[in-house]
């Protein structure tokens, strides 16, 4: 059964550093996302994006985050400047081309980041 | 504004009961999705309920939506070991430019005992 998959598993960094957290969407899948969860907490919806752009983005998603699909398997999340506050489990997501009713969106099975 | 608040926060069977969550949310919503964590891992998706439906089975889940109530419940019937995890409703709700985004609970986490 296809799957989103993510790498790396667990990132260690240090704060003011750059992390690229990598995604494999599922293949035939149109609209990718980007979701985090602090340690302890809900699910937080950070940014969609479709036909190469930002469809969405949550109040999280400042200048320090970027996303890029940089090719037709990959897509990533950038934080330009890691914070001590960005530690959390990051979670990519996709879902097809069924629109807005059927937006059943599968996830990754997540990168733990740690910022020290 | 807060969506999918599920309660009760913690559930405790024993092998073999029936387990039921429930979802509430607070904006009109275009589908209800459930989903399950085991600790520490990925979110595995369940089942999703569209806004026009009322009910859905999916092997031992039963999904249920009153969108009158603003409220969902997940029961999983004849519940083993291996379901003890954490359950997160998600909703997808209706807004202007929307990217999809859903709103996640705070999860009920389900302890099944042997």
């Known amino acids: 059964e296809p799957e989103v998959t993510q790498t790396p598993s667990h990132q260690v960094t240090q704060m003011g550093q750059e992390v690229i957290l990598r995604c494999v969407p599922i293949s035939n899948h149109l609209y990718f996302y980007w979701y985090r969860q602090i340690l302890g907490q809900k699910v937080e919806f950070l940014v969609s994006?479709?036909?190469?752009?930002?469809?969405?983005k949550s109040e999280i998603f400042d200048d320090q985050f970027s996303v890029e699909r940089p090719d037709g398997s990959n897509f990533t999340l950038k934080i330009r400047s890691t914070k001590l506050e960005d530690s959390a489990m990051y979670f990519c997501a996709s879902s097809d081309v069924g629109g807005r009713v059927y937006n059943e969106q599968f996830f990754g099975p997540g990168t733990r980041l740690t910022v020290l | 504004s807060q969506q999918g608040e599920e309660d009760p926060q913690a559930l405790s069977i024993q092998e073999g009961e029936n387990a039921t969550m429930n979802c509430s949310y607070k904006t009109s919503i275009n589908n209800l999705q459930w989903y399950r964590q085991n600790s520490g891992r990925g979110l595995v998706h369940l089942i999703l309920?569209?806004?026009?439906?009322r009910e859905k089975h999916s092997g031992r889940l039963r999904v249920t939506l009153d969108t009158s109530k603003k409220s969902s419940s997940l029961l999983i019937t004849a519940s083993r070991a291996a379901d003890t995890a954490s359950y997160f409703c998600a909703t997808d709700a209706v807004r202007p430019n929307s990217g999809y985004a859903l709103n996640f609970g705070k999860g009920t986490s389900l302890l099944v005992t042997p």
């Open positions: 994006f479709y036909n190469n752009e930002i469809s969405e």
């Open positions: 309920i569209r806004s026009n439906e």
